[in-house]
Protein backbone atom coordinates (compact mmCIF):
# COMPACT_ATOMS: atom_id res chain seq x y z
CA UNK A 1 0.00 0.00 0.00
CA UNK A 2 1.15 3.17 -0.70
CA UNK A 3 2.93 5.38 2.23
CA UNK A 4 1.19 8.31 4.13
CA UNK A 5 4.20 10.68 3.23
CA UNK A 6 3.31 9.58 -0.85
CA UNK A 7 0.39 11.31 -0.63
CA UNK A 8 2.16 14.65 1.22
CA UNK A 9 4.32 14.56 -1.38
CA UNK A 10 1.87 14.48 -3.59
CA UNK A 11 -0.51 16.86 -2.31
CA UNK A 12 2.34 19.48 -2.35
CA UNK A 13 3.54 18.63 -5.43
CA UNK A 14 -0.09 19.01 -6.73
CA UNK A 15 0.16 22.77 -5.31
CA UNK A 16 3.04 23.74 -6.12
CA UNK A 17 1.93 23.44 -9.81
CA UNK A 18 -1.01 25.75 -9.47
CA UNK A 19 -0.40 29.26 -11.25
CA UNK A 20 -2.08 30.98 -7.82
CA UNK A 21 -0.54 29.21 -5.40
CA UNK A 22 2.53 31.02 -3.53
CA UNK A 23 5.31 30.05 -0.84
CA UNK A 24 5.55 31.83 2.58
CA UNK A 25 8.42 30.72 4.58
CA UNK A 26 8.11 27.09 4.93
CA UNK A 27 4.78 26.64 3.79
CA UNK A 28 3.62 25.99 0.28
CA UNK A 29 -0.38 28.08 0.10
CA UNK A 30 -2.54 26.16 -2.53
CA UNK A 31 -4.49 29.11 -2.81
CA UNK A 32 -8.26 29.45 -5.51
CA UNK A 33 -9.06 32.79 -6.45
CA UNK A 34 -12.37 31.77 -6.94
CA UNK A 35 -13.49 29.37 -4.37
CA UNK A 36 -13.66 30.51 -1.14
CA UNK A 37 -14.37 27.21 0.59
CA UNK A 38 -11.93 26.56 3.27
CA UNK A 39 -10.79 22.91 2.06
CA UNK A 40 -9.58 24.77 -1.36
CA UNK A 41 -7.23 27.12 0.32
CA UNK A 42 -4.92 25.78 2.55
CA UNK A 43 -0.81 25.35 3.46
CA UNK A 44 1.24 22.69 3.42
CA UNK A 45 4.58 22.66 5.40
CA UNK A 46 7.96 21.67 3.79
CA UNK A 47 8.66 18.18 4.83
CA UNK A 48 10.71 18.89 8.40
CA UNK A 49 9.75 22.60 9.03
CA UNK A 50 10.64 23.99 11.81
CA UNK A 51 8.98 27.08 11.51
CA UNK A 52 9.50 30.40 13.32
CA UNK A 53 7.21 32.96 15.49
CA UNK A 54 7.50 35.62 12.20
CA UNK A 55 7.18 32.27 10.12
CA UNK A 56 3.33 31.77 11.33
CA UNK A 57 3.24 35.52 11.72
CA UNK A 58 3.79 36.14 8.27
CA UNK A 59 1.56 33.05 7.24
CA UNK A 60 -1.68 33.88 9.02
CA UNK A 61 -0.85 37.85 7.34
CA UNK A 62 -0.77 36.38 3.50
CA UNK A 63 -4.22 34.28 4.22
CA UNK A 64 -5.70 37.86 5.46
CA UNK A 65 -4.48 39.42 2.53
CA UNK A 66 -5.97 36.82 -0.08
CA UNK A 67 -9.07 36.88 2.26
CA UNK A 68 -8.94 33.65 3.59
CA UNK A 69 -8.65 31.58 6.56
CA UNK A 70 -5.67 30.81 7.89
CA UNK A 71 -5.43 27.04 7.55
CA UNK A 72 -3.03 24.09 6.67
CA UNK A 73 -3.70 20.40 5.90
CA UNK A 74 -0.89 17.51 6.16
CA UNK A 75 0.43 14.71 8.10
CA UNK A 76 1.93 15.37 11.81
CA UNK A 77 4.71 13.27 11.12
CA UNK A 78 5.74 15.19 8.11
CA UNK A 79 6.80 18.05 9.95
CA UNK A 80 6.26 17.55 13.72
CA UNK A 81 7.33 21.33 14.96
CA UNK A 82 4.70 22.73 12.62
CA UNK A 83 1.69 21.53 15.48
CA UNK A 84 3.52 22.98 18.10
CA UNK A 85 3.91 26.18 16.34
CA UNK A 86 0.68 26.37 15.03
CA UNK A 87 -0.92 26.00 18.81
CA UNK A 88 1.09 28.57 20.11
CA UNK A 89 0.05 30.66 17.99
CA UNK A 90 -3.82 29.84 18.25
CA UNK A 91 -4.40 27.96 15.72
CA UNK A 92 -7.17 24.92 16.59
CA UNK A 93 -7.43 21.78 15.42
CA UNK A 94 -10.17 21.35 13.44
CA UNK A 95 -9.76 17.71 13.03
CA UNK A 96 -7.97 14.38 12.52
CA UNK A 97 -8.83 12.92 9.30
CA UNK A 98 -8.24 9.33 8.25
CA UNK A 99 -6.21 9.01 4.92
CA UNK A 100 -7.71 6.08 2.64
CA UNK A 101 -6.41 4.24 -0.47
CA UNK A 102 -7.29 1.80 -2.86
CA UNK A 103 -4.82 0.26 -5.50
CA UNK A 104 -6.54 -1.47 -8.60
CA UNK A 105 -6.13 -4.88 -7.41
CA UNK A 106 -8.71 -3.90 -4.09
CA UNK A 107 -11.07 -1.99 -5.64
CA UNK A 108 -14.39 -3.93 -5.66
CA UNK A 109 -17.39 -2.90 -7.71
CA UNK A 110 -20.68 -1.81 -5.46
CA UNK A 111 -24.12 -3.31 -6.19
CA UNK A 112 -26.32 -1.49 -9.13
CA UNK A 113 -28.49 1.47 -8.91
CA UNK A 114 -31.21 1.38 -11.10
CA UNK A 115 -31.29 3.67 -13.51
CA UNK A 116 -28.50 5.77 -12.28
CA UNK A 117 -26.09 6.69 -15.24
CA UNK A 118 -22.60 8.68 -14.54
CA UNK A 119 -20.68 10.26 -17.21
CA UNK A 120 -17.84 13.13 -17.92
CA UNK A 121 -19.75 16.72 -17.77
CA UNK A 122 -19.13 17.75 -21.14
CA UNK A 123 -21.74 21.17 -21.78
CA UNK A 124 -21.31 23.80 -19.16
CA UNK A 125 -25.06 23.25 -17.75
CA UNK A 126 -23.29 19.79 -16.90
CA UNK A 127 -20.66 21.60 -15.50
CA UNK A 128 -23.01 23.84 -13.24
CA UNK A 129 -25.43 21.15 -12.31
CA UNK A 130 -22.04 19.15 -10.87
CA UNK A 131 -21.26 22.02 -8.88
CA UNK A 132 -24.13 23.04 -7.57
CA UNK A 133 -24.55 19.30 -6.47
CA UNK A 134 -21.07 19.30 -4.70
CA UNK A 135 -21.89 22.99 -3.20
CA UNK A 136 -25.81 22.04 -1.81
CA UNK A 137 -24.01 18.76 -0.87
CA UNK A 138 -21.38 20.37 1.46
CA UNK A 139 -24.22 22.87 3.29
CA UNK A 140 -24.35 25.50 0.74
CA UNK A 141 -26.60 27.62 -0.15
CA UNK A 142 -27.79 29.21 -3.43
CA UNK A 143 -25.36 29.08 -6.42
CA UNK A 144 -21.54 27.65 -6.47
CA UNK A 145 -18.93 29.83 -6.74
CA UNK A 146 -17.51 29.80 -10.40
CA UNK A 147 -14.18 28.02 -8.56
CA UNK A 148 -16.64 24.58 -7.89
CA UNK A 149 -16.70 24.24 -11.58
CA UNK A 150 -13.71 25.63 -13.02
CA UNK A 151 -12.06 22.41 -10.57
CA UNK A 152 -14.07 20.16 -12.79
CA UNK A 153 -13.21 21.34 -15.75
CA UNK A 154 -9.44 21.52 -14.85
CA UNK A 155 -9.77 17.95 -13.95
CA UNK A 156 -11.95 16.99 -17.06
CA UNK A 157 -9.40 18.63 -19.02
CA UNK A 158 -6.00 18.06 -17.44
CA UNK A 159 -5.50 14.51 -16.85
CA UNK A 160 -7.98 13.92 -13.78
CA UNK A 161 -11.41 12.73 -13.54
CA UNK A 162 -14.97 14.17 -13.43
CA UNK A 163 -18.26 12.91 -13.11
CA UNK A 164 -21.49 13.81 -13.24
CA UNK A 165 -24.34 10.83 -12.09
CA UNK A 166 -27.95 11.56 -12.99
CA UNK A 167 -30.85 9.41 -11.61
CA UNK A 168 -34.53 10.16 -12.63
CA UNK A 169 -33.60 12.89 -15.26
CA UNK A 170 -32.07 14.99 -12.23
CA UNK A 171 -28.42 15.21 -10.74
CA UNK A 172 -27.88 13.13 -8.04
CA UNK A 173 -24.21 13.14 -7.74
CA UNK A 174 -20.87 14.45 -8.50
CA UNK A 175 -17.01 14.52 -7.39
CA UNK A 176 -13.75 14.49 -9.84
CA UNK A 177 -10.14 12.91 -9.76
CA UNK A 178 -7.06 15.35 -9.24
CA UNK A 179 -4.52 14.80 -12.44
CA UNK A 180 -1.79 12.04 -11.32
CA UNK A 181 1.79 12.79 -10.08
CA UNK A 182 4.30 9.77 -10.01
CA UNK A 183 0.99 7.27 -10.35
CA UNK A 184 -1.47 8.93 -7.52
CA UNK A 185 -4.57 11.11 -7.99
CA UNK A 186 -7.10 12.14 -5.15
CA UNK A 187 -10.34 11.78 -5.10
CA UNK A 188 -12.46 14.89 -3.60
CA UNK A 189 -15.50 16.78 -3.59
CA UNK A 190 -18.10 13.72 -3.76
CA UNK A 191 -21.20 14.82 -2.98
CA UNK A 192 -25.11 13.37 -3.23
CA UNK A 193 -27.86 15.52 -3.50
CA UNK A 194 -30.16 15.24 -0.17
CA UNK A 195 -33.13 13.44 -2.12
CA UNK A 196 -30.98 10.62 -3.44
CA UNK A 197 -29.00 9.95 -0.50
CA UNK A 198 -28.76 5.80 0.93
CA UNK A 199 -29.64 4.38 -2.37
CA UNK A 200 -25.99 3.71 -3.32
CA UNK A 201 -25.25 6.07 -5.48
CA UNK A 202 -22.45 7.80 -3.45
CA UNK A 203 -20.57 4.06 -3.71
CA UNK A 204 -21.24 3.69 -7.33
CA UNK A 205 -19.80 7.18 -7.97
CA UNK A 206 -16.85 6.60 -5.93
CA UNK A 207 -16.28 3.14 -7.63
CA UNK A 208 -16.55 4.98 -11.16
CA UNK A 209 -13.99 7.76 -10.13
CA UNK A 210 -11.72 5.32 -8.68
CA UNK A 211 -11.72 2.87 -12.12
CA UNK A 212 -11.60 5.86 -14.44
CA UNK A 213 -8.40 7.26 -12.61
CA UNK A 214 -6.80 3.58 -12.78
CA UNK A 215 -7.47 3.31 -16.62
CA UNK A 216 -5.65 6.63 -16.87
CA UNK A 217 -2.72 5.13 -15.45
CA UNK A 218 -3.13 5.41 -11.65
CA UNK A 219 -1.70 3.05 -9.29
CA UNK A 220 -3.59 4.84 -6.57
CA UNK A 221 -6.45 6.49 -5.74
CA UNK A 222 -6.40 8.45 -1.87
CA UNK A 223 -9.05 10.60 -0.56
CA UNK A 224 -10.36 11.98 3.26
CA UNK A 225 -13.59 10.69 4.40
CA UNK A 226 -16.40 13.17 5.45
CA UNK A 227 -17.04 11.58 8.60
CA UNK A 228 -17.13 7.62 9.91
CA UNK A 229 -20.39 6.57 7.93
CA UNK A 230 -18.92 7.96 4.47
CA UNK A 231 -15.45 5.76 5.66
CA UNK A 232 -17.77 3.02 5.84
CA UNK A 233 -18.98 3.70 2.01
CA UNK A 234 -15.52 3.94 1.22
CA UNK A 235 -14.27 0.76 3.10
CA UNK A 236 -16.95 -1.46 0.89
CA UNK A 237 -15.39 -0.41 -2.12
CA UNK A 238 -11.96 -1.12 -1.60
CA UNK A 239 -10.51 1.97 0.30
CA UNK A 240 -8.08 1.40 3.34
CA UNK A 241 -6.42 2.90 5.91
CA UNK A 242 -3.32 4.42 5.47
CA UNK A 243 -2.42 7.62 7.89
CA UNK A 244 -4.35 10.45 9.61
CA UNK A 245 -4.08 14.47 8.36
CA UNK A 246 -4.29 17.07 10.62
CA UNK A 247 -6.68 19.87 9.56
CA UNK A 248 -5.77 23.03 11.89
CA UNK A 249 -7.35 26.70 11.35
CA UNK A 250 -6.64 30.18 12.96
CA UNK A 251 -10.49 31.60 13.72
CA UNK A 252 -10.89 34.41 14.00
CA UNK A 253 -12.49 36.50 17.29
CA UNK A 254 -15.74 37.29 17.56
CA UNK A 255 -15.92 40.96 16.73
CA UNK A 256 -12.29 40.73 14.98
CA UNK A 257 -11.93 42.91 12.04
Given amino acids: MTPANAVQDYARALALRSPSSYRVGPFTVRHDPGWE ?14 PTVDDVAALVDAFGKHGRLPRLEFLPAWAPAVEPALLAAGFTVENRAPLLACAPDDLRTPNPVDGLRIGTPVTGAEFTDAARVQHQGFGGEGEPEAGMAQWLRD ?6 VAALAVLDGAPAGAGGCSPAIDGLSELAGLAVAARFRRRGIGAALSAWLTQRAFDQGCRTVWLEPGGPDVERVYAGIGYRRIGEKLNISLVPEPGAA
Fill in 37 to 50: LKYANYAIPDRGAE
Fill in 155 to 160: AAAGGG
